[in-house]
């Protein structure tokens, strides 16, 4: 069972940066094993992926923020960030942390942190 929390969201003005970390936990969770990303919801709309880890340190994300939002992760401190720059007002949504063990159906996500981008 892997547990997963979201901070650093918040109110940021267009054009503004915000930085997402994901802390993982769990008694025997061996976080290197999991593909992590972020996916978020806007009001009214489906989830969606924002950025995730694939097989190594490749990354597959969204059109939409390509050049403007990097995700990391740090496996001895079991965290995953997104680093989100130039924000723009459709930025603004949940975004969750999900945590995928590979080859299987085991998927884990966290509670969600609001981020609104507005003047």
């Known amino acids: 069972q892997v547990q997963l929390v979201e901070s650093g969201g918040g109110l940021v003005q267009p054009g503004g940066s915000l930085k997402l970390s994901c802390t993982a936990s769990?008694?025997?969770?061996?976080?290197?094993?999991?593909?992590m990303g972020w996916y978020r919801q806007a009001p009214g709309k489906e989830r969606e992926l924002v950025e995730r880890f694939t097989s190594g340190d490749s990354t597959e994300y969204a059109d939409s923020v390509q050049g403007r939002f990097t995700i990391s992760r740090d496996n001895a401190k079991r965290t995953v960030d997104l680093q989100m720059n130039s924000l723009k007002p459709e930025d603004t949504a949940v975004y969750y942390c999900?945590?995928?063990?590979?080859?299987?159906?085991?998927?884990?996500w966290g509670q969600g942190t609001q981020v609104t981008v507005s003047s």
């Open positions: 999900k945590a995928a063990r590979p080859g299987t159906r085991a998927e884990y």
């Open positions: 769990g008694r025997t969770v061996i976080f290197s094993m999991y593909d």
